[in-house]
T-cell receptor, first 117, second 114 residues
Framework: KAGVTQTPRYLIKTRGQQVTLSCSPISGHRSVSWYQQTPGQGLQFLFE???????NKGNFPGRFSGRQFSNSRSEMNVSTLELGDSALYLC????????????????FGEGSRLTVL | AQSVTQLGSHVSVSEGALVLLRCNYS??????LFWYVQYPNQGLQLLLK??????LVKGINGFEAEFKKSETSFHLTKPSAHMSDAAEYFCAVSEVQGAQKLVFGQGTRLTINP
């Protein structure tokens, strides 16, 4: 069974540009969330999607947005890039957002490393 | 709001020695607690989780953790360290069952000395 796939793995952008990152969850997983990882702030929750609906959003400016498609694949977009957006962006999938034996069990991809110059 | 504090950003132990990584949490409701591990250039992998029931939780790779409500702690241990355990470890908390909105600690980098 293939894991969570994130593309691209590495990218370099300049300030003011925008970027779109893609995430394909594990087959059968309908819930996708995104996290930003930086040396200074650590791992921070961005947003969570289930059945194409945003269920939760972290404390990030509106420049950060996301969406989920009917096949559960997800994208996140960052517009008007700033130097501080340089980070590893991690996508995680889960069977469902509800409880049960899979409670809180997230499967992470290897991340997309964004460098903003 | 919930929060997680990991004591010690770096921990170094000898191969074969006890591994102890400390985690304290703050939560207004009974928490769900997790330990994740991140190897270099990889995503995070779930080691173990506490939701309800037994307070001593066993995970993969010989790790275990004990939930102590009175101490608001969830420390991770392994009796005998192996070179392959070198990685960064993250403690996380969720107040909502099954929620993907986890709050992570700052991480502890574990180094194993031969």
């Amino acid at each position: 069974k293939a894991g969570v796939t994130q593309t691209p793995r590495y990218l370099i952008k300049t300030r003011g540009q925008q970027v779109t990152l893609s995430c394909s969850p594990i087959s059968g997983h309908r819930s996708v969330s995104w996290y930003q990882q930086t040396p200074g702030q650590g791992l921070q929750f961005l947003f969570e999607y289930f059945s194409e609906t945003q269920r939760n959003k972290g404390n990030f400016p509106g420049r950060f947005s996301g969406r989920q498609f009917s096949n559960s694949r997800s994208e996140m977009n960052v517009s008007t890039l700033e130097l501080g957006d340089s980070a590893l962006y991690l996508c995680a999938s889960s069977l469902a957002p509800s409880g049960g034996p899979n409670t809180g069990e997230l499967f992470f991809g290897e991340g997309s490393r964004l460098t903003v110059l | 709001a919930q929060s997680v504090t990991q004591l010690g950003s770096h921990v170094s132990v000898s191969e074969g020695a006890l591994v102890l990584l400390r985690c304290n949490y703050s939560s207004s409701v009974p928490p769900y607690l997790f330990w994740y591990v991140q190897y270099p250039n990889q995503g995070l992998q779930l080691l173990l989780k506490y939701t309800t029931g037994a307070t001593l939780v066993k995970g993969i790779n010989g790790f275990e953790a004990e939930f102590k409500k009175s101490e608001t702690s969830f420390h991770l241990t392994k009796p005998s360290a192996h070179m392959s355990d070198a990685a960064e470890y993250f403690c996380a908390v969720s107040e909502v069952q099954g929620a993907q909105k986890l709050v992570f600690g700052q991480g502890t980098r574990l180094t194993i000395n031969p």
